[in-house]
């Protein structure tokens, strides 16, 4: 099994920048996609980015051009760069991990956006 840990949430201005941390451990597979989702109160769980163990990302629309995800399979952590944040980012994002064996959560960390 996948364990995921996720840090670097908290509270940040409009137009600021964070940057989440997802440090996976365990079994994983050789072929496997991990991804960013987030949750507001009252609202669908949504895709915000993924990366495909060969290294094609996928980036939901709010994301697209302010955020950034990215790998480093030496310490099996993946990042999202998150810049120019809006209050509407403000939610619980969660990590992932899906394999050809498995699925994992995190256990998600808050990020609020607020002035």
């Known amino acids: 099994q996948v364990q995921l840990v996720e840090s670097g949430g908290g509270l940040v201005q409009p137009g600021g920048s964070l940057r989440l941390s997802c440090a996976a451990s365990?079994?994983?597979?050789?072929?496997?996609?991990m991804g960013w989702y987030r949750q507001a109160p009252g609202k669908e769980r949504e895709l915000v980015a993924r990366v495909t163990s060969t290294s094609s990302l996928i980036y939901g629309d709010s994301a697209k051009g302010r955020f950034t995800i990215s790998r480093d399979n030496a310490k099996n952590t993946v990042y999202l760069q998150m810049n120019s944040l809006e209050p509407e980012d403000t939610a619980v994002y969660y990590c992932?991990?899906?394999?050809?064996?498995?699925?994992?959560w995190g256990q998600g960390t808050q990020v609020t956006v607020s002035s």
């Open positions: 365990g079994s994983i597979s050789s072929i496997y996609v």
């Open positions: 992932n991990y899906v394999s050809p064996k498995s699925e994992s």
